[in-house]
């Protein structure tokens, strides 16, 4: 049992919501799969063969299949709200870097860490979002953006709204997921909404600039796994590096090990101008590039993942590259801290995709409106 | 230009000493194998051309939130709640020398 609560969880409890568990997450959120848990696999409540996605599956998973009034809590470095939604026929809301408070939260990136929102339907995940949102002086990255009530945004018309289309989101995307989301963007277009054509070219270094500055953050953030204040705990034997060694070597999971030790390697001198400074001026460029965009358009949209959910025994036969290649539509935003919204836009042979919409810094409210719209036309 | 592929044993094992970590020889075999393909394509970003832009640490405008430092005052106890070493009142750490 923790200690202290997070402040979600003080502001959950004090609008009066009632928190009734944890859900299961990759380790630490190292995942898009859900398959890396330390405790148990969530599995997908549409086909218990696939995956609910990751790293937050739990909380996909019980969003889709409690039949009770529930919100998901749910958290996001590089796309970990938007794969479960996307995979569980969610709607999964990962507000900008900084809106949330992330006191009590276990730091994966402290740079691209973000508390999001994961729910059956838009205005839920508005509600909650109205609730968690704002400034917290125990946060140092809190930002100090108004926030106020999301949920006056749900039901708003989209006539005349700009969607932004990014060419580089449709390309080698599974065209069973493509489909669905082109004729989304149809359906927006007859509620009045207007398509426009973008290119945002430096995305095909999203994914590389993403893992070196997640990996770089997890290795240092980590560093607090010493067998004594945090983490697991055996009696102290030998000396500080021999304990020390032996208690992460034992208990940090493979991916973690891998993180950890990839982090560690891109940081080390002879290799961190080349790795982890370069990817950090990647991340300049590519806020830049979709600044330009959001001159031209209120939103973007994309698939919320470039495949439908996989089924367990095809994840298993998947590298770790292989792996996080598959987080091509989330990396970007994530590591720009722009807010999305990932929105149910139907099922193919049985499974849902999603719709994924991006807006500038502080616009969530954007993303509520359009999502919400589309939503109500599909009910 | 820096040699993204090139990922032997002993860097792997100088990595891990500096991460603090122990592999068996199955997990050495195994993510040698995989650092250098996964190193491999973290060097795309080698390729993108930035200029003079700076390195951005955060994707947003982050300010510095300072607080009163405001001394709160905690028994022995309470500071060990979070460890089993405590020996009295104190917490036992590994010998460093």
Redesign the interface.
């Known amino acids: 049992m923790p200690t202290y609560d997070a402040t979600v969880v003080t502001k959950t409890k004090s609008a009066g919501g009632m928190i009734l568990g944890k859900t299961a997450q990759d380790e630490f959120g190292f995942g898009t799969f859900s398959d890396t848990c330390a405790y148990a696999v969530p599995k997908n409540p549409i086909d218990p063969e696939r995956t609910c996605g990751g790293s937050s599956g739990g909380a996909g998973c019980l969003a889709a299949a409690a039949d009770f009034p529930h919100i998901a809590i749910a958290e996001s470095t590089g796309g970990s709200i938007t794969a479960p939604a996307a995979f569980t026929g969610t709607v999964g809301l990962t507000p900008t870097y900084g809106r949330v408070s992330r006191y009590g939260l276990i730091d994966y990136s402290n740079s691209m860490d973000k508390i999001g929102v994961i729910s059956r339907k838009v205005y839920d995940s508005a509600l909650m979002l109205s609730v968690i949102s704002g400034h917290d002086p125990l946060d140092s990255t809190s930002s100090r953006a108004e926030s106020g009530d999301f949920t006056a945004y749900v039901g708003k018309s989209v006539k005349g709204i700009r969607i932004g289309i990014p060419k580089e989101y449709f390309s080698d995307v599974d065209r069973k997921v493509s489909k669905p989301v082109e004729d989304a963007l149809g359906r927006l277009e007859g509620m009045g909404a207007k398509t426009v054509d973008i290119s945002l070219p430096r995305t095909k270094y999203a994914i590389a600039a993403y893992y070196i500055v997640a990996m770089g953050e997890a290795s240092t953030n980590l560093a607090r796994y010493c067998g004594m204040r945090y983490g697991a705990q055996e009696k102290i034997d030998g000396e500080f590096s021999e304990y020390f060694s032996s208690i992460r070597s034992k208990y940090f999971g493979e991916e973690a090990k891998r993180r950890i030790i990839l982090g560690t390697y891109v940081r080390a001198a002879g290799f961190r101008d080349a790795y982890y400074t370069k990817a950090l001026k990647v991340r300049g460029l590519l806020i830049k590039e979709f600044k330009e965009a959001f001159a031209k358009v209120d939103v973007l949209a994309t698939p919320s993942m470039p495949i439908l959910p996989p089924r367990f025994d095809e994840i298993e036969s998947m590298s770790p590259l292989d792996k996080y290649n598959i987080d091509k539509m989330t990396t970007a935003p994530n590591l720009c801290g722009f807010p999305t919204i990932s929105v149910p836009a139907g099922k193919v042979d049985g499974l849902p995709v999603g719709l994924q919409l991006i807006a500038d810094h502080f616009h969530e409210g954007e993303l509520i409106s359009v999502a919400s719209a589309f939503e109500g036309d599909s009910d | 230009m ?1 040699d ?1 592929q090139k ?1 032997d044993a002993s ?2 094992d100088r ?2 000493s ?6 068996n020889t199955s ?1 050495k075999k195994k ?1 040698l194998a ?2 250098s ?3 491999a ?8 051309y ?1 200029g003079d ?8 405008a ?1 300010e ?2 300072w ?1 009163d430092d405001t001394i709160i005052k905690k028994s022995k106890l309470d500071i060990g ?5 405590l020996e009295d009142g104190y ?7």
């Open positions: 820096v993204f990922v860097l792997l990595m891990c500096v991460a603090k970590l122990t592999l997990e993510f995989e650092m393909e996964i190193l394509a973290f060097g795309t970003v080698e390729e993108a930035v832009t700076p390195p951005a640490y955060h994707p947003t982050v510095n939130i607080r709640k979070n460890t089993n070493a917490v036992v750490g590994p010998k460093l020398v």
